[in-house]
């Protein structure tokens, strides 16, 4: 070997070694300081919205939940981008290289996790709200945002970090547990809304007709009944309710039974002494009565 050889080589690799890290060390400040308002030609914007679309569509289709149901506005998927290509020096492992995304399975898990400790029937833990029909998102360490609410967080804290956990350089996942749940609340709520107006129509319907055990309540239902019949003859007889005979120039008393029926009272008595029942029986329905005095 030469003399001087190792030493060339040594200095190539030291030298291959510092080129490396420094593409790695300016990708990533590429990549981290890109504005995002830059003036964009019609050209490269039509080719960007191209080749975003045809990207999204690709993740979408590589990441379908198998819990998927309610069309394609309902599907969820992985919302980070792929991950770049490997620089230099992490080929080199110089730099460790990126993580590996999340498989179908890891995904299912982390929401496994999530739907156990019910974080998505908790307010978002950053604006203190219910998800309700707002985009939400799934992290990779279970933990469930508003998609605004995450995104504001992340602009503003300027690095990527769980607001819960502090992971970091986490994944997200656009769900619609949140959607489910709130629409789930307001079917059962107008069932409920639902449910109660018939059964306050039946009771308003069975009031009409089965009289009530307290007896005030009883008393009022018997002398309306007794109204809305409109008797104005004792059934007995015949004389108009509340007027006098030939002997007394005195009202008679009128009687309500407890089957709604008026009578003179002489006359009920009459009825009484007449048949000798033990439990008497009113002279028209036969039904067993309680009598109350409603006028003198």
Not at 211 to 222: G, I, T
Not at 277 to 283: F, G, L, R, S
């Amino acid at each position: 070997m030469p003399r001087g050889f190792g030493c060339k080589a040594e200095r190539g690799r030291l030298t291959l070694a510092a080129v490396a890290l420094q593409d790695h060390i300016t990708r990533s400040v590429l990549v981290r300081n890109i504005p995002r308002n830059l003036p964009v030609s019609d050209a490269s914007r039509g080719a960007a919205h191209v080749s975003r679309k045809h990207r999204n569509h690709n993740t979408r289709q590589s990441v379908i939940c198998p819990e998927q149901t309610q069309g394609e506005e309902e599907t969820e998927y992985v919302l980070d981008r792929g991950p770049p290509p490997p620089t230099l020096a992490q080929r080199m492992g110089l730099v460790a290289a990126p993580s590996r995304r999340l498989t179908a399975e890891e995904w299912a898990e982390v929401k496994t996790r999530s739907i156990q400790e019910g974080d998505s029937t908790q307010p978002c833990v950053i604006c203190r709200e219910e998800f309700r029909l707002q985009p939400q998102v799934l992290l990779s360490c279970s933990h469930v945002f508003h998609k605004v609410c995450l995104k504001s967080f992340e602009k503003f804290s300027g690095r990527k970090s769980c607001p819960m956990c502090r992971t970091e350089q986490y994944e997200t996942r656009v769900i619609y547990d949140g959607a489910r749940l709130h629409r789930e609340k307001c079917a059962v709520r107008i069932q409920a809304f639902w449910r109660g107006y018939l059964v306050r129509k039946w009771y308003s319907n069975i009031k009409k007709y089965v009289p009530p055990k307290d007896q005030q309540l009883r008393r009022v239902f018997f002398e309306k009944k007794a109204v809305q019949r409109g008797i104005q003859d004792c059934p007995i007889c015949l004389n108009p309710l509340g007027s006098h005979n030939g002997s007394s120039k005195e009202d008679r008393s009128v009687l309500l039974l407890s089957c709604s029926h008026l009578f003179h009272e002489p006359c009920l008595q009459a009825f009484e002494l007449f048949f000798h029942e033990v439990k008497p029986t009113c002279p028209l329905c036969r039904s067993h009565y309680a009598k109350m005095l409603v006028s003198n």
